[in-house]
T-cell receptor, first 114, second 114 residues
Framework: GESVGLHLPTLSVQEGDNSIINCAYS??????FIWYKQESGKGPQFIID?????DKRQGQRVTVLLNKTVKHLSLQIAATQPGDSAVYFC?????????????FGQGTILTVHP | DVKVTQSSRYLVKRTGEKVFLECVQD?????MFWYRQDPGLGLRLIYF???????EKGDIPEGYSVSREKKERFSLILESASTNQTSMYLC?????????????FGSGTQLSVL
């Protein structure tokens, strides 16, 4: 999984498999978390978000799980497709009045093989 | 659709040059941000602005300044470009309220300083 400040992990899956991308965060005051997808040559695109009063949130083919006890966030992608190949970033807000100031993880490279 | 536009996709500048990176958003967002993205380091916040004429330093402001004369436009200025400022620069915007801090990103400007 990814963690702010460390190496860029990679995940390689076959088309149709489920993918799980992990993220550790360190700020206990963070109360909002986001996953972004960044394709080559593009800016990050919003995938899904979750507030700290929730443990799970589902979108279309994606689910975010939040474990505040161990400060862990995960992104699950169901039935992964080649178009899902990208770098995935988790981000956390900094709590308090720091609106919109997000701290980003290093990113995880997801490669989907046909 | 939400749109954040960065004026240049690629820029090549010489050491010591003054460089302007322009960003425009059409969503009437109050908050705008400049991040730089480097391999293995993720996205790091340079400067941000919560209102016209207002600016605040992010985590790595040294060597940069910004200008926000109009709500829709946020410019990043490299007063005297150096080779260690070679990077991908990403502009983002968001609007306070609504219970989320989701940033909308532009496509990025890849700056090379020679």
């Amino acid at each position: 999984g990814e963690s702010v400040g460390l190496h860029l992990p990679t995940l390689s899956v076959q088309e149709g498999d489920n993918s799980i991308i992990n993220c550790a965060y360190s700020n206990s005051a963070s109360d909002y978390f986001i996953w972004y997808k960044q394709e080559s040559g593009k800016g990050p695109q919003f995938i899904i978000d979750i507030r700290s009063n929730m443990d799970k949130r589902q979108g279309q083919r994606v689910t975010v799980l939040l474990n505040k006890t161990v400060k862990h966030l995960s992104l699950q992608i169901a039935a992964t497709q080649p178009g899902d190949s990208a770098v995935y970033f988790c981000a956390e807000n900094r709590g308090g009045t720091s609106y919109g100031k997000l701290t980003f993880g290093q990113g995880t490279i997801l490669t989907v093989h046909p | 659709d939400v749109k954040v536009t960065q004026s240049s996709r690629y820029l090549v500048k010489r050491t010591g040059e003054k460089v302007f990176l322009e960003c425009v958003q059409d969503m009437d967002h109050e908050n705008m941000f400049w991040y730089r993205q480097d391999p293995g380091l993720g996205l790091r916040l340079i400067y941000f602005s919560y209102d016209v004429k207002m600016k605040e330093k992010g985590d790595i402001p040294e060597g940069y300044s910004v200008s926000r004369e109009k709500k829709e436009r946020f410019s990043l200025i490299l007063e005297s470009a150096s080779t260690n400022q070679t990077s991908m620069y990403l502009c983002a915007s968001t609007s306070p309220g609504g219970g989320n801090e989701k940033l909308f990103f532009g496509s990025g400007t890849q700056l090379s300083v020679l």
